[in-house]
């Protein structure tokens, strides 16, 4: 298996290679030359595996240059009894008629980035022993993507981490998740703006061939493949709960719903990439906040990303993303993954702000199972007092902006699984107004809020990121 740019400029790479970098060489996202496909025997015959198989499973259809057996190790080491709380790694839990919840929030940050990441840690520190290189993760976070891959490449050889943060955007929790490490190898850089600076700062980083390599730059932010590979995994595993009490003659073709509460599309798109792959999925609902843009594309065809000044700070923080990074792999698939028509739409976007995907916007369900829609924080508050009241259980807000969404895209007779985004225990404020109920964070994490922060609080000014980063640099 070879990986291509959607912008048609870069050689084909294999799967170790393209592992360790962010953009593409030619300035566009890196997607599979091929999306293997999958029979329905051969999903049947993964009901028995564990979580590790099943991704062993999975993933050894994309990184095709690595032996099998170490991709079984490492999976093991990456959804191992240690990383994550609920034995099975990711519980499938019903929540009311027809609606269950995919528990993607188990591992050590209390969020579903864990998921991609803890792979991506055992992965990135794989390939890069077997190469001798070193490597600089420059990432920029709103909150869970930042603290999941500090916990994942903490203490790893050969790996830094400098990772940027939109300064007072996160809430007391993640802000305490990230800078109360003291790995030597972990750097967090407090940036004057929204999560959009920081994505842009990094973006004109790693867009610096020249600085990229003399500093060994990388990133893991979500529009790496790895992350979307590893994410595909747990849309097959819950698919295969769902039908586990299905009759073996009904399974093969039984249809399962997603709702996914998004940002920078990279959740949504992995399922996308799995119903592409075979999977029964009828419908990919996404889920967005006030920040609607997605939403909005979705509905209409029009994708006008917003100013960072324009992107609100909102009770879903993790989701106030205004420019989908992920999109320009689903519009490649939109275009017949053409290239010279992806770049054209790519060049229309930066001269004019927006594209007109209209004439093509009823593809989106009848193609491809596209929906959408869009929760506020009134309805946050509503959907977790509901959820509370009717079942007991507290969630989250990303979860009750997916949850939301789910309930008004229910259609009989198909299962409809909303994505848990991350644990309440996150959010204690607006589940406390939400509900009434004070909720603590979980006892191994007590002490998190008291113990000492290390950060860097910088301006949005690139010179200062670039001398900060090579002064602290790891090499071999
Ligand atoms: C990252 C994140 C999202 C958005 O996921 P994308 O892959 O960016 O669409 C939603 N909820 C939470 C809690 C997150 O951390």
């Known amino acids: 298996m070879k990986y291509i740019s959607t912008r048609g400029g870069m050689a084909p790479a294999p799967y170790s290679a393209i592992l360790l970098e962010g953009l593409a060489t030619d300035g566009g996202l890196v997607v599979p030359e091929t999306v293997p496909a999958v029979s329905a025997d051969e999903i049947e015959s993964w009901r028995s595996l564990t979580y590790p198989e099943l991704a062993t499973e999975i993933l050894s259809r994309y990184a095709t240059d690595i032996p099998r057996d170490d991709l079984a190790r490492m999976c093991q080491a990456a959804y191992s009894a240690e990383n994550f709380q609920a034995e099975e790694i990711v519980p499938v839990t019903p929540l009311e008629p027809g609606l269950s919840v995919v528990g993607l929030s188990e591992g050590p940050t209390l969020a579903f980035k864990d998921m991609a990441m803890q792979f991506l840690g055992q992965s990135l520190e794989y390939v890069l022993a077997r190469s001798d290189r070193a490597l600089n993760i420059v990432g920029a976070t709103s909150g869970d993507t930042g603290s999941a891959a500090e916990y994942a490449l903490r203490g790893k050889e050969g790996i830094a981490v400098f990772m940027l943060s939109p300064q007072g955007r996160m ?262 107004e939400a509900t009434g109920e004070r909720i603590g964070l979980p006892d191994h994490l007590s002490d998190l809020l008291d113990l000492p922060q290390h950060v860097t609080e910088m301006d949005d000014d690139e010179r200062e990121l670039r001398d900060f980063i090579a002064a602290r640099a790891t090499r071999r």
């Not at 324009?310 to 490649?332: C, G, Q, V, W, Y």
């Open 171 to 432: 809430s007391d929790f993640q802000r305490a998740q990230m800078y109360s490490l003291t790995d030597d190898n972990i750097h967090n850089i407090a940036i004057a703006g929204v999560f959009d600076d920081c994505q842009n700062l990094v973006k004109a980083l790693s867009g610096d061939l020249e600085f990229k390599r003399a500093h060994d730059l990388g990133t893991v932010n979500s529009i790496n493949l790895g992350r979307i590979s590893a994410q595909m995994v747990y849309y097959f595993w819950a698919w295969l709960r769902m039908t586990d009490d299905v009759a073996a003659d009904a399974r093969a073709d039984f249809e399962v719903s997603f709702t996914v509460p998004s940002g920078n599309f990279g959740n949504i798109l992995s399922g996308h990439l799995a119903k592409n792959m075979g999977l029964p999925i009828r419908r990919l609902v996404l889920a967005a906040n006030e920040n609607n843009v997605l939403d909005e594309f979705f509905r209409t065809g029009l994708y006008a990303p917003r100013p960072a000044a324009k992107t609100h700070a909102t009770s879903s923080p993790s989701m106030d993303i205004s420019k989908a990074s992920n999109l320009e792999r689903f519009i490649f698939d939109l275009v017949g993954r053409d290239p010279e028509r992806l770049a054209a739409a790519w060049r229309e976007l930066d001269a004019t702000g927006r594209i007109d995907f209209s004439s093509e916007q009823p593809r989106f369900e009848s193609e491809f199972g596209f929906q959408s829609g869009t929760s506020t924080h009134a309805d946050r508050v509503a959907t977790i007092r509901s959820v509370f009241e009717a079942s007991g259980t507290l969630i989250d807000p990303h979860t009750a902006d997916g949850v939301k969404v789910a309930r008004e895209h229910l259609e009989d007779g198909v299962p409809m699984l909303v994505l848990e985004t991350a644990k309440p225990e996150k959010f204690p404020e607006i589940v406390f």
